[in-house]
């Protein structure tokens, strides 16, 4: 009796590792082109196995970005959480976020709404929070920032990120419009990290929330 009920758990198990495993391919290499049916052909699961563990698209893309998260983001940030150096904790913070989100930019792009990724960035921004406002007590981050500023600011580099060769054609007349510029996201977060130091910065406006009648 216990081997006949263990046995369909270590199946499941498999199964969904499979799924995972190729899910992760699937949609990094095809984005929102990939279908499930060929995630389960990749897996050499049935669609109907794959639908018993994962109700749709998007819990399984959501689940695939939680392994990145587990496997890339949470250990950067447990590291920074506890770094003596708070400046490097907060450049930590960014090229970790920077990092897999050109990795998985495909499955980002394969998910239907971004607000399936709301549980993952508010675990990663209340980490980032806490590491801001130990590098300001250290004197290292501006005072005049707030920790609502950290999405915006981390958005706009994913914007470069994405933008790529596409800002290059669209403005230049150069390059591809097909995005995707390798590292060169690097250079605009370190024009981000310099305007992060209290050195020759110049007073921001305040921080209004959108929903704020002023």
């Not at 990749?42 to 196995?49: I, K, L, P």
């Not at 990092?99 to 921004?125: C, G, K, M, N």
């Amino acid at each position: 009796m216990s081997s006949t009920t263990r046995r369909p758990r270590a199946d499941a198990v498999r199964n969904i590792e499979k799924i995972l495993v190729a899910a992760r391919a699937v949609f990094s290499e095809r984005g929102a082109r990939a279908q499930l049916g060929e995630v389960a052909a990749a897996a050499g699961v049935s669609e109907a196995t794959l639908y018993r563990h994962f109700a749709g698209r998007e819990e399984l893309i959501l689940e695939v970005l939680r392994r990145r998260f587990a496997e890339d983001v949470a250990p950067v940030a447990a590291l920074a959480l506890q770094r003596a150096d708070p400046w490097q904790a907060m450049v930590d913070m960014l090229e970790v976020v920077l990092e897999v989100a050109e990795r998985e930019q495909h499955t980002f792009a394969a998910a239907l709404s971004p607000d399936i990724f709301a549980e993952l960035a508010v675990r990663y921004f209340e980490d980032f929070g806490t590491v801001l406002r130990r590098a300001q007590e250290a004197g290292v981050v501006r005072a005049d920032l707030v920790a609502a500023d950290l999405p915006r600011l981390t958005t706009m580099l994913i914007a470069a990120q994405r933008l790529g060769g596409a800002a290059d054609a669209m403005f230049l007349g150069m390059g591809s419009a097909g995005g995707g510029s390798g590292n060169g996201w690097r250079r605009y977060l370190a024009l981000l990290l310099d305007a992060m130091r209290p050195a020759a910065a110049t007073a921001l406006p305040p921080f209004v929330l959108p929903s704020d009648p002023r």
